[in-house]
């Protein structure tokens, strides 16, 4: 039974008297209307790229299990509030031959077109962004207890949601988890995160993805055929990219595109209109920059200036190029991408067999770290030269581990940025040390940069694998031999108190050690139950008793000062190697900061037992 007529607010009067009137136009063929919406989806059956939340749908209207409110989010102009308005058609679906809710739209129903012009009396449209508060929310509340005035429910397409303030929220929420049966809510928004939790968990959730640049291609292919218009398929690929996955913004930009050529929509046209540099020559400037041929990078560069492309836009290119090749390394089949051009998918793996990982990762970083840099920059055009003069040089410069192989061989260790992809040199099995250099911005007085140099030592590669021994038994306690610091710190190594480790390391320096009695002296920062704490873990970890006394002498130099000399000597020696000499040399401002000892040599950093310890253990 119907109840009383719903008090309608002011604002959704106006709403309903200002689409009553644009319905109205449209019918007597009006004003021209824009491809966006002349060509907005009518059915399930014409929204393109979204099949997974079609089939759900789908299934749930076949099986009568329709939620009671749904929350449509993604990024602008894939088809929120569009299919928003399908899914309330879908709802109040009813024909001389269907008489219930429906997906299969394929006839026009009693209220199928007053709902797509959103002028249906039943279906309330309202703007989140521009009603944010709760006495909105207050209307809403009030007008659910009525029912619909002629079709099957009452639907609420909610816009921007997220824009509702927290009280609105609130208000929202008892409504949201129990509506009268004849209300259905249905939410759009592209700040999903903005969203309370709250009003999730009421909703049936549904993002709508990006639609993908091949069937983006083809849905304006097709509009194209519709409107009689010609356009090339390189202007669609270029359309379909500036797009980025949104219908709204594809159509909004190919209806310029038709504006501008007044004919035949060309590359040309839409490079022109949009400033974009032209793709074949934007691979011609990456292969001069691979090459380092600064002075012809920079003359394509500024020839694609004055044509009309944006420098940042030109980095941007050149950054997106970049990944390609890099994909193409590893999935060879992203060259049949549609919405690629002929010259990258010609060009684009010859680049990626020719560079390797490692210039391609440098070339990546360095454009990203470029783009906001000219995007920032008063001068957009000279702070796109500076970046290419860096990408340039920075191309011709060796790896590390070239700069190594052109030492031992005595010749240039520069390669060819087009040569074939350098490999790393593989261990010699020797247990030597490697450099391992680390580029990074230094002070200098010339203001260039510096590289820092790290020294690690690298890991012998044996020729087989042998078995897995077997676990050696922990021995037992009374036969637990503690003749220095560093038997100490080995106990607490094996028995996982790494705290207790580091302070031993750190703070405890050995006097005397004899068979149950430890005296020792201790750091400044040692605390002050260290000593009680080193009585308890000895008499644990091996059985017997112990006095632990502190001494007055200073004692021998803890195992974290015999650790940094071995450091210090081991750096100076490095430095003294010819290898390293030459490499400190050939790389201005370069320092050696770390050595890594190899494990066979780690046991000389354990201190020698005092004297007289072997007379104490025989006796």
């Given at each position: 039974?119907?109840?009383p007529?719903a008090?309608?607010?002011?604002?959704?009067?106006?709403?309903?008297?200002?689409?009553?009137?644009?319905?109205?136009?449209?019918?007597?063929?009006?004003?021209?209307?824009?491809?966006?919406?002349?060509?907005?989806?009518?059915?399930?059956r014409?929204?393109?790229?979204?099949?997974?939340?079609?089939?759900?749908?789908?299934?749930?209207?076949?099986?009568?299990?329709?939620?009671?409110?749904?929350?449509?989010?993604?990024?602008?102009?894939?088809?929120k509030?569009?299919?928003?308005?399908?899914?309330?058609?879908?709802?109040?679906?009813?024909?001389?031959?269907?008489?219930?809710?429906?997906?299969?739209?394929?006839?026009?129903?009693?209220?199928?077109?007053?709902?797509?012009?959103?002028?249906?009396?039943?279906?309330?449209?309202?703007?989140?962004?521009?009603?944010?508060?709760?006495?909105?929310?207050?209307?809403?509340?009030?007008?659910?207890?009525?029912?619909?005035?002629?079709?099957?429910?009452?639907?609420?397409?909610?816009?921007?949601?997220?824009?509702?303030?927290?009280?609105?929220?609130?208000?929202?929420?008892?409504?949201?988890?129990?509506?009268?049966?004849?209300?259905?809510?249905?939410?759009?928004?592209?700040?999903?995160?903005?969203?309370?939790?709250?009003?999730?968990?009421?909703?049936?959730?549904?993002?709508?993805?990006?639609?993908?640049a091949?069937?983006?291609?083809?849905?304006?292919?097709?509009?194209?055929?519709?409107?009689?218009?010609?356009?090339?398929?390189?202007?669609?690929?270029?359309?379909?990219?500036?797009?980025?996955?949104?219908?709204?913004?594809?159509l909004?930009?190919?209806?310029?595109?038709?504006?501008?050529?007044?004919?035949?929509?060309?590359?040309?046209?839409?490079?022109?209109?949009?400033?974009?540099?032209?793709?074949?020559?934007?691979?011609?400037?990456?292969?001069?920059?691979?090459?380092?041929?600064?002075?012809?990078?920079?003359?394509e560069?500024?020839?694609?200036?004055?044509?009309?492309?944006?420098?940042?836009?030109?980095?941007?290119?050149?950054?997106?190029?970049?990944?390609?090749?890099?994909?193409?390394?590893?999935?060879?089949?992203?060259?049949?991408?549609?919405?690629?051009?002929?010259?990258?998918?010609?060009?684009?793996?010859?680049?990626?067999?020719?560079?390797?990982?490692?210039?391609?990762?440098?070339?990546?970083?360095?454009?990203?770290?470029?783009?906001?840099?000219?995007?920032g920059?008063?001068?957009?055009?000279?702070?796109?030269?500076?970046?290419?003069?860096?990408?340039?040089?920075?191309?011709?410069?060796?790896?590390?581990?070239?700069?190594?192989?052109?030492?031992?061989?005595?010749?240039?260790?520069?390669?060819?940025?087009?040569?074939?992809?350098?490999?790393?040199?593989?261990?010699?099995?020797?247990?030597?040390?490697?450099?391992?250099?680390?580029?990074?911005?230094?002070?200098?007085?010339?203001?260039?940069?510096?590289?820092?140099?790290?020294?690690?030592?690298?890991?012998?590669?044996p020729?087989?694998?042998?078995?897995?021994?077997?676990?050696?038994?922990?021995?037992?306690?009374?036969?637990?031999?503690?003749?220095?610091?560093?038997?100490?710190?080995?106990?607490?190594?094996?028995?996982?108190?790494?705290?207790?480790?580091?302070l031993?390391?750190?703070?405890?320096?050995?006097?005397?050690?004899?068979?149950?009695?430890?005296?020792?002296?201790?750091?400044?920062?040692?605390?002050?139950?260290?000593?009680?704490?080193?009585?308890?873990?000895?008499?644990?970890?091996?059985?017997?008793?112990?006095?632990?006394?502190?001494?007055?002498?200073?004692?021998g130099?803890?195992?974290?000062?015999?650790?940094?000399?071995?450091?210090e000597?081991?750096?100076?020696?490095?430095?003294?190697?010819?290898?390293?000499?030459?490499?400190?040399s050939?790389?201005?401002?370069?320092r050696?900061?770390?050595?890594?000892?190899?494990?066979?040599?780690?046991?000389?950093?354990?201190?020698?037992?005092?004297?007289?310890?072997?007379?104490?253990?025989?006796?």
């Open positions: 039974m119907k109840g007529p008090r309608v607010s002011d604002w959704q009067t106006e709403r309903h008297r200002t689409m009553s009137e644009a319905g109205t136009a449209d019918r007597k063929d009006g004003p021209y209307r824009v491809l966006a919406r002349k060509y907005r989806p009518h059915d399930f014409d929204l393109i790229g979204q099949e997974p939340m079609v089939r759900t749908l789908t299934n749930a209207f076949a099986s009568g299990r329709i939620a009671q409110a749904w929350m449509l989010t993604g990024v602008r102009g894939v088809g509030t569009t299919t928003a308005r399908i899914l309330a058609r879908a709802l109040n679906y009813k024909t001389d031959a269907v008489d219930q809710p429906s997906i299969d739209l394929a006839g026009e129903g009693e209220h199928c077109r007053a709902i797509m012009e959103g002028r249906h009396v039943d279906v309330v449209e309202m703007d989140a962004a521009s009603h944010t508060g709760i006495d909105d929310i207050r209307d809403i509340i009030e007008q659910v207890r009525y029912a619909p005035v002629s079709a099957r429910y009452k639907v609420y397409i909610i816009d921007e949601v997220h824009m509702l303030s927290t009280q609105a929220f609130n208000g929202l929420l008892k409504t949201l988890e129990e509506p009268p049966p004849h209300v259905k809510f249905i939410f759009a928004t592209t700040e999903i995160r903005k969203v309370p939790i709250t009003v999730l968990s009421r909703c049936q959730r549904f993002d709508l993805r990006r639609i993908e091949g069937v983006l291609v083809g849905h304006l292919r097709d509009i194209a055929g519709k409107e009689q218009i010609e356009a090339d398929d390189a202007a669609l690929a270029m359309i379909t990219r500036a797009a980025e996955g949104s219908a709204r913004d594809a909004s930009i190919f209806d310029q595109a038709i504006a501008h050529s007044a004919g035949r929509v060309t590359a040309e046209t839409v490079r022109g209109m949009l400033g974009l540099a032209d793709r074949a020559r934007v691979i011609d400037l990456f292969e001069k920059l691979m090459a380092g041929e600064i002075a012809e990078a920079l003359g560069f500024r020839a694609q200036y004055d044509a009309g492309a944006d420098p940042a836009v030109v980095l941007v290119d050149l950054a997106e190029f970049t990944h390609l090749v890099t994909r193409l390394k590893y999935v060879p089949e992203a060259a049949d991408d549609p919405s690629l051009t002929e010259d990258e998918r010609a060009r684009g793996p010859q680049f990626a067999e020719a560079l390797s990982v490692r210039h391609l990762s440098r070339a990546w970083q360095m454009l990203l770290k470029g783009i906001s840099e000219v995007q920059s008063n001068s957009p055009v000279n702070a796109g030269e500076m970046v290419l003069i860096r990408l340039a040089h920075a191309a011709t410069l060796p790896t590390l581990d070239e700069a190594l192989k052109g030492l031992e061989a005595g010749g240039d260790a520069a390669v060819p940025a087009g040569a074939a992809p350098r490999r790393a040199p593989q261990p010699s099995g020797n247990g030597g040390v490697r450099a391992v250099a680390e580029r990074t911005p230094v002070a200098s007085g010339n203001g260039g940069g510096a590289a820092t140099l790290r020294l690690a030592a690298s890991e012998p590669s020729q087989f694998e042998p078995p897995p021994a077997a676990p050696e038994p922990e021995p037992a306690a009374e036969t637990v031999r503690v003749a220095s610091v560093a038997d100490i710190a080995a106990l607490a190594d094996r028995h996982r108190d790494l705290a207790f480790k580091v031993v390391k750190r703070c405890v320096r050995p006097v005397k050690i004899e068979p149950g009695r430890l005296e020792v002296s201790l750091t400044e920062e040692a605390p002050k139950t260290l000593l009680g704490d080193i009585t308890a873990k000895l008499q644990q970890w091996t059985g017997r008793r112990w006095i632990v006394s502190l001494s007055r002498e200073r004692g130099d803890t195992i974290a000062e015999i650790e940094a000399g071995k450091r000597s081991a750096i100076l020696d490095a430095r003294a190697d010819p290898e390293v000499a030459a490499i400190l050939r790389f201005p401002g370069s050696i900061i770390d050595v890594r000892i190899p494990e066979a040599a780690e046991d000389d950093m354990a201190p020698a037992p005092p004297p007289g310890d072997d007379e104490d253990d025989e006796s």
